[in-house]
């Protein structure tokens, strides 16, 4: 047995006080894990190892920094991103003291060892006016001006800076010179001045930030002691380390993992940014995650009331992703849940799925995928509650099953289709997992996106996919080519969602410059839709492919009408098509143009080009000419 930890009371369980330290990062009501102070302060108390993660852009810092280059450090990102933390570590790795940063004082001096005096403002929203305006007069003058003998290093939020920039340019009567240089460098946009080190911690990539968060929590050495604990003996199940176990992928292979980081992923490519702490706080959730804990997070003396209970499953990790632990306000006060809810995974299924979940135990069609994939996990998927509550479901009386017991019913339903999500195999075409998400092409989506990055080929089906569904948006007929793009309107309005007349068309691939490419944009690090109706850049247009977007065109491509899937979606694709209409008649006057001068007739022709469709669902262009007497 281990000697009872220090800051750890005699009798408890072995872990108590890492557990405890790890909640202090969950989800908790007064979301104290927002402070540095806070988190540092509980390690403190608790006298356990830190969670450790990488700090590539701190190594990027101190490497500046010790180099002698001249000018200062902007550290920008959003709440959570971890702006306190590397200013804190930069602060004692350049010799300063834990002590005089854990002090009140907002701004604090360090002098290196070449003589040069670094300043740190560790938040800039905390500074008053004057205070502000010292800091950023030194900032622009180690920028702009030639100061070397001090620089300044400055945590702040992205909108904060932007807008003491902008207080203090109106306050001198001038516009500041730095603000629009941060601003371009934010958008990614421009050339940030180069006496000036910006590290947007908001670019981190997520899926990388996620693996090592999920690395470092459920791989800490703290767990070694759960080995010796009473609560796993005599074959009895503890809901903690049941959840460390199936996070840390033992048993699945990674699976539930490599799931969880496609899900952060098409996030980030939505739009959703989250910040690193959010992401400990998803960790903590999903292994202490529990329905009937305090505040819904376990400690180590909730579990022996939970065996006994029988109600290990209501801790289930694959609802604690989502939150389904916490109070639905509370769950929403996080991004990362909110982020995740977008997915609908418990609400959106497929009919096949569900025929398992309810049917699989007694249909002898279904009885062999059942125990495959539900019966396997006697923990959190066929226990004994739920073969319970399906039998009273389907057996019950009608009265039975329309009133609280069907309702009982499916919340198990529910959290039997996100168990599923993270645990059908990737092969598994019966029962396809992307199926049971608001998200049913988000697995090509992220095959494209893979594709393009290592500069490989596109698989043809998504291409196809891609094709009928813009032509189906561009035209509003149910087009089924896949060969050639149709720029197609209704003869004078842009926007109308039924479109015959055929402008141009385009190849449904590049070739000598024309037609359709799928690029991946190196800043918004999505895939592009560029269309191309003639050479050189001036003939093409370009659309950003967001996972929502693509979504939208391929259910278009498989039959769904453009209005029923999202408005939005169908108004960002009409203002795509007005830019295309827009090339066809800017190319279409330079060809009258180049045609002046030519000998006329005694009667005028107008040749209009319809779009007709064959008995297969192919369509073609057809010109009509027709003449009118002058």
Same mark, same amino acid.
């Given at each position: 047995?281990?000697? *009872?930890?220090?800051?750890?009371?005699?009798?408890?369980?072995? %872990?108590?006080?890492? @557990?405890? $330290?790890?909640?202090?990062?969950? !989800?908790?009501?007064?979301?104290?894990?927002?402070?540095?102070?806070?988190? *540092?302060?509980?390690? +403190?108390?608790?006298?356990?190892?830190?969670?450790?993660?990488?700090?590539?852009?701190?190594?990027?810092?101190?490497?500046?920094?010790?180099?002698?280059?001249?000018?200062?450090?902007?550290?920008? /990102?959003?709440?959570?991103? &971890?702006?306190?933390?590397?200013?804190?570590?930069?602060? =004692?790795?350049?010799?300063?003291?834990?002590?005089?940063?854990? +002090?009140?004082?907002?701004?604090?001096?360090? *002098?290196?060892?070449?003589?040069? =005096?670094?300043?740190?403002?560790?938040?800039?929203?905390?500074?008053?006016?004057?205070?502000?305006?010292?800091?950023?007069?030194?900032?622009?003058?180690?920028?702009?001006?030639?100061?070397?003998?001090?620089?300044?290093?400055?945590?702040?939020?992205?909108?904060?800076?932007?807008?003491?920039?902008?207080?203090?340019?109106?306050?001198?009567?001038?516009?500041?010179?730095?603000?629009?240089?941060?601003?371009?460098?934010?958008?990614?946009? &421009?050339?940030?001045?180069?006496?000036?080190?910006?590290?947007?911690?908001?670019?981190?990539?997520?899926?990388?930030?996620?693996?090592?968060?999920?690395?470092?929590?459920?791989?800490?050495?703290?767990?070694?002691?759960?080995?010796?604990?009473?609560?796993?003996?005599?074959?009895?199940?503890?809901?903690?380390?049941?959840?460390?176990?199936?996070?840390?992928?033992?048993?699945?292979?990674?699976?539930?993992?490599?799931?969880?980081?496609?899900?952060?992923? @098409?996030?980030?490519?939505?739009?959703?940014?989250?910040?690193?702490?959010?992401?400990?706080?998803?960790?903590?959730?999903?292994?202490?995650?529990?329905?009937?804990?305090?505040?819904?997070?376990?400690?180590?003396?909730?579990?022996?009331?939970?065996?006994?209970?029988?109600?290990?499953?209501?801790?289930?990790?694959?609802?604690?992703?989502?939150?389904?632990?916490? !109070?639905?306000?509370?769950?929403?006060?996080?991004?990362?849940?909110?982020?995740?809810?977008?997915?609908?995974?418990?609400?959106?299924?497929?009919?096949?799925?569900? /025929?398992?979940?309810?049917?699989?135990?007694?249909?002898?069609?279904?009885?062999?995928? $059942?125990?495959?994939?539900?019966?396997?996990?006697?923990?959190?998927?066929?226990?004994?509650?739920?073969?319970?509550?399906?039998?009273?479901?389907?057996?019950?009386?009608?009265?039975?099953?329309?009133?609280?017991?069907?309702?009982?019913?499916?919340?198990?339903?529910?959290?039997?289709?996100?168990?599923?999500?993270? *645990?059908?195999?990737?092969?598994?075409?019966?029962?396809?997992?992307?199926?049971?998400?608001?998200?049913?092409?988000?697995?090509?989506?992220?095959? #494209?996106?893979?594709?393009?990055?290592?500069?490989?080929?596109?698989?043809?089906?998504?291409?196809?996919?891609?094709?009928?569904?813009?032509?189906?948006?561009?035209?509003?007929?149910?087009?089924?080519?896949?060969?050639?793009?149709?720029?197609?309107?209704?003869? +004078?309005?842009?926007?109308?969602?039924? %479109?015959?007349?055929?402008?141009?068309?385009?190849?449904?691939?590049?070739?000598?410059?024309?037609? #359709?490419?799928?690029?991946?944009?190196?800043?918004?690090?999505?895939?592009?839709?560029?269309?191309?109706?003639?050479?050189?850049?001036?003939?093409?247009?370009?659309?950003?492919?967001?996972?929502?977007?693509?979504?939208?065109?391929?259910?278009?491509?498989?039959?769904?009408?453009?209005?029923?899937?999202?408005?939005?979606?169908?108004?960002? #694709?009409?203002?795509?098509?007005?830019?295309?209409?827009?090339?066809?008649?800017?190319?279409?006057?330079?060809?009258?143009?180049?045609?002046?001068?030519?000998?006329?007739?005694?009667?005028?022709?107008?040749?209009?080009?319809?779009?007709?469709?064959?008995?297969?669902?192919?369509?073609?262009?057809?010109?009509?000419?027709?003449?009118?007497? !002058?």
């Amino acid at each position: 047995m281990n000697a *009872t930890p220090s800051g750890q009371d005699a009798g408890a369980p072995p %872990s108590s006080a890492w @557990v405890r $330290f790890l909640r202090s990062y969950g !989800p908790t009501p007064n979301d104290l894990n927002l402070f540095d102070e806070y988190v *540092t302060g509980a390690l +403190g108390r608790a006298k356990v190892q830190p969670i450790t993660l990488t700090s590539p852009q701190l190594e990027k810092m101190k490497q500046r920094i010790e180099s002698g280059a001249p000018g200062s450090l902007l550290i920008a /990102g959003t709440a959570g991103d &971890g702006k306190t933390y590397h200013c804190r570590s930069l602060w =004692i790795g350049l010799g300063g003291s834990p002590r005089d940063w854990a +002090g009140p004082a907002q701004v604090k001096k360090v *002098t290196l060892a070449d003589g040069r =005096i670094a300043i740190f403002v560790k938040d800039l929203s905390e500074l008053n006016d004057d205070q502000s305006d010292d800091a950023l007069g030194l900032l622009e003058r180690s920028v702009l001006g030639g100061e070397d003998k001090e620089f300044l290093v400055v945590a702040a939020n992205h909108g904060q800076i932007l807008e003491r920039l902008r207080d203090i340019g109106f306050r001198q009567n001038r516009t500041n010179p730095l603000r629009k240089p941060i601003q371009d460098a934010f958008l990614l946009s &421009g050339l940030v001045p180069e006496r000036l080190a910006i590290f947007d911690l908001s670019r981190t990539a997520h899926r990388q930030s996620l693996e090592e968060v999920l690395t470092a929590v459920a791989g800490h050495p703290e767990w070694g002691n759960c080995l010796d604990c009473a609560l796993r003996s005599a074959g009895r199940i503890c809901p903690i380390f049941e959840n460390r176990e199936r996070l840390l992928g033992l048993q699945d292979g990674g699976v539930f993992a490599r799931r969880l980081g496609d899900l952060v992923e @098409v996030s980030k490519l939505n739009g959703w940014h989250l910040p690193v702490r959010d992401l400990l706080a998803l960790a903590a959730n999903m292994i202490l995650g529990h329905r009937d804990a305090r505040e819904g997070l376990l400690a180590c003396a909730d579990v022996a009331r939970i065996q006994d209970g029988g109600v290990i499953e209501r801790g289930s990790i694959y609802d604690n992703v989502f939150g389904a632990n916490l !109070p639905r306000r509370r769950a929403n006060d996080r991004q990362v849940f909110r982020a995740l809810a977008s997915f609908g995974i418990g609400e959106e299924t497929s009919n096949g799925a569900d /025929g398992l979940l309810v049917y699989g135990a007694d249909d002898t069609k279904l009885t062999e995928a $059942f125990s495959q994939f539900v019966g396997n996990d006697a923990i959190y998927g066929a226990t004994p509650s739920y073969l319970a509550a399906q039998r009273a479901y389907l057996e019950g009386e009608e009265a039975a099953r329309l009133d609280n017991g069907a309702a009982q019913f499916l919340v198990r339903l529910e959290a039997q289709r996100r168990r599923l999500f993270f *645990t059908l195999p990737e092969n598994e075409t019966d029962y396809p997992f992307w199926a049971m998400t608001a998200f049913r092409f988000a697995g090509d989506y992220l095959e #494209m996106s893979s594709a393009l990055f290592e500069r490989k080929a596109v698989s043809e089906t998504i291409r196809s996919r891609l094709v009928r569904g813009l032509n189906r948006v561009m035209t509003g007929l149910l087009i089924e080519n896949a060969d050639r793009i149709f720029v197609a309107s209704s003869g +004078g309005f842009t926007q109308s969602r039924i %479109s015959v007349l055929c402008d141009t068309e385009a190849p449904a691939r590049r070739v000598g410059g024309i037609g #359709m490419a799928l690029r991946l944009d190196v800043h918004t690090e999505r895939p592009t839709l560029d269309v191309a109706l003639a050479q050189g850049s001036g003939g093409s247009a370009t659309f950003n492919l967001t996972p929502v977007r693509f979504e939208f065109l391929c259910r278009v491509a498989e039959g769904s009408l453009p209005g029923s899937f999202s408005n939005e979606c169908l108004e960002d #694709m009409l203002a795509f098509k007005a830019k295309l209409l827009r090339k066809a008649e800017l190319l279409g006057s330079a060809r009258l143009t180049d045609d002046e001068g030519e000998a006329g007739s005694d009667e005028e022709a107008l040749t209009l080009t319809f779009i007709e469709i064959e008995q297969s669902g192919h369509g073609f262009s057809r010109p009509v000419t027709v003449r009118t007497a !002058p």
